[in-house]
């Protein structure tokens, strides 16, 4: 059963709207445009904390980093004194990954919408460029329609690592994620082409699961002798059905298990090293 990954994105109370770079003060704390201090889902401010001693990694270096790190098993939490929103993942994330001696960037990202905005990380690797990593976890939906929330302890969610995906936006242009190990290339044009197969791949698996309920309906309850042409109707008709789910088995393949609906049109982001 393919499993689809709801990215709805919770975020923190104020963001910098600003495009562009920023370095972190001292103290580590992070501010609006407006001078306000940024804060997590909890109302307590973010602070990166950053080591003298990190640099920039390679790309594989990187991804094995975010394998090992344990960020994206943290339960997503919406509201209340243990609020954990993408703000905070993000923070989680970059003080990780200084810790180790990865140099690592905390991002703001704001919507044209004037929604709430989101946050992820980057990485500004010494083979590949800028890597934006988005280990935000949220609300797990199978394609049966039944929901799950995370629970740290159900090894279950431990066991998928979904959460480590890489984040593709421009201005102007939606924000949507792709799981790590099934990224192929960085560039926003292969986002673009992988939500394209996703929803081709949603219409085929749609159009197969009606035909096998036509082709079941067809069949439930009667008899056919071999060589009538009703027999060879039905015959005809499984060979199309055996296609079909060649076809969606193929298309599963490459596109991986999981799907994360893209968010908002990014207006803006900042980037705070």
């Not at 004037?114 to 010494?126: C, K, L, Q, R, Y």
């Not at 460029?129 to 976890?137: K, N, R, S, Y």
């Not at 480590?164 to 960085?186: C, K, M, Q, W």
């Not at 056919?224 to 969606?248: C, D, N, P, T, V």
């Amino acid at each position: 059963m393919k499993k689809l990954l709801l990215a709805i994105l919770i975020s923190f109370s104020l963001l910098a709207t600003s495009c562009g770079y920023l370095f972190v003060p001292g103290e580590g704390y992070i501010y609006s445009d407006s001078g306000a201090v940024i804060v997590g889902g909890d109302d307590q401010p973010i602070r990166l904390i950053n080591s003298e001693e990190a640099d920039n990694p390679s790309f594989d270096e990187l991804v094995a980093f975010i394998y090992a790190d344990d960020t994206n098993m943290m339960p997503y939490i919406k509201g209340g004194p243990e609020a954990f929103v993408c703000s905070d993942f993000a923070e989680r994330l970059h003080n990780n990954a200084e810790a180790v001696g990865i140099k690592a960037g905390w991002v703001s990202i704001d919507y044209a919408d004037d929604s709430i905005g989101h946050a992820v990380n980057v990485f500004e690797t010494t083979d590949m460029g800028l890597v934006f990593i988005d280990c935000t976890g949220e609300l797990l939906k199978t394609w049966d329609g039944e929901d799950y929330f995370y629970d740290s302890d159900i090894d279950h969610f431990n066991d998928l690592n979904k959460w480590d995906t890489v984040a593709y936006f421009l201005i102007g242009e939606i924000y949507g994620r792709i799981a790590i190990d099934e990224t192929e290339s960085l560039e926003y044009g292969y986002f673009e082409d992988y939500i394209e197969n996703w929803e081709s791949y949603r219409t085929l698996l749609a159009d197969y699961n009606d035909e096998v309920k036509r082709y079941n309906n067809a069949a439930d309850g009667k008899t056919f002798i071999i060589g009538s042409e009703e027999y060879e109707y039905m015959k005809a008709w499984q060979a199309e059905l055996i296609q079909m789910k060649q076809a969606r088995d193929e298309m599963e393949r490459q596109l991986g298990d999981y799907y994360y609906l893209p968010s908002g049109i990014v207006s803006d982001y900042t980037i705070y090293w």
